[in-house]
């Protein structure tokens, strides 16, 4: 089936230790983001990336870093210079042929601190 | 930055009932998406507005792209348990470019009484 896998579902962080989330679609789409989901809030976009080889600060980029080397996947690294990093993570997926196709979502990956 | 205004932040009703939010922008939005969230999931698109005045059905819930460019509201007829969830609205604003960010409100929490 055609998706957008996030793995693992819920990941637990050690002080000073940086973390790689997994983001992978089978879409064939270009465009990849991340996003950050905290209680009672909306998205916020961490990173972007329209095209391999090629990606765009978000919002609140901070503290974090991302790779695409392959179309299909867009990993999320959570630096230790994130000092908050206890949040849901939403990696989406969209095609850029066609004038506006919306953003697809994964089913996130829940990152806490121990 | 752009904000985006989603009401009410959470609603509780009683299943039969019609359920409507909306949302509202600071700045001109050329795309309006509508999008429902299960606990521990990620959002999945419900529906999706392209033009000024457009009024968009799917099954019971039913959108519109407010004329001003600034607003967007969402109507769910005849609610059922299973549309228990957080309802987000996200709109695309016109000076992005050939980048495609979404802007997200905060989300509407709506819980059914059976």
């Known amino acids: 089936d055609g998706g957008i896998t996030q793995s693992p579902k819920y990941l637990f962080r050690k002080e000073g230790q940086n973390v790689t989330l997994s983001c992978e679609q089978n879409?064939?789409?270009?465009?990849m983001y991340w996003y950050r989901q905290d209680p009672g809030q909306g998205l916020r976009l961490i990173y972007y990336?329209?095209?391999?080889?090629?990606?765009q600060k978000g919002d609140i980029a901070e503290g974090y870093s991302v790779s695409r080397e392959k179309k299909e996947s867009f990993p999320l690294t959570v630096t230790s210079a994130q000092k908050n990093p206890t949040a849901f993570y939403l990696c989406?997926?969209?095609?850029?042929?066609?004038?506006?196709?919306?953003?697809?979502f994964g089913d996130g990956t829940r990152l806490s601190i121990l | 930055g752009q904000q985006l205004n989603q009401s009410p932040q959470s609603m509780f009703i009683q299943e039969g009932e019609d359920v409507s939010m909306n949302c509202t922008s600071s700045?001109?939005?050329?795309?309006w998406l509508w999008y429902k969230q299960d606990p521990g999931e990620g959002p999945v698109l419900l529906i999706a507005?392209?033009?000024?005045?457009e009024l968009t059905s799917n099954g019971r819930l039913t959108a519109q792209f407010g004329i001003t460019r600034k607003d967007s509201f969402l109507n769910i007829s005849a609610s059922i348990p299973s549309d228990v969830g957080i309802y987000f609205c996200?709109?695309?604003?016109?000076?992005?470019?050939?980048?495609?960010?979404?802007?997200f409100g905060k989300g509407t929490l709506l819980t059914v009484n059976p």
């Open positions: 996200a709109g695309r604003s016109s000076s992005g470019g050939s980048n495609y960010k979404l802007t």
């Open positions: 990336s329209q095209i391999v080889n090629d990606f």
């Open positions: 700045s001109i939005f050329n795309t």
């Open positions: 879409l064939n789409h270009d465009a």
């Open positions: 989406a997926s969209r095609p850029t042929t066609g004038r506006n196709q919306p953003q697809h």
């Open positions: 507005l392209y033009k000024a005045g």
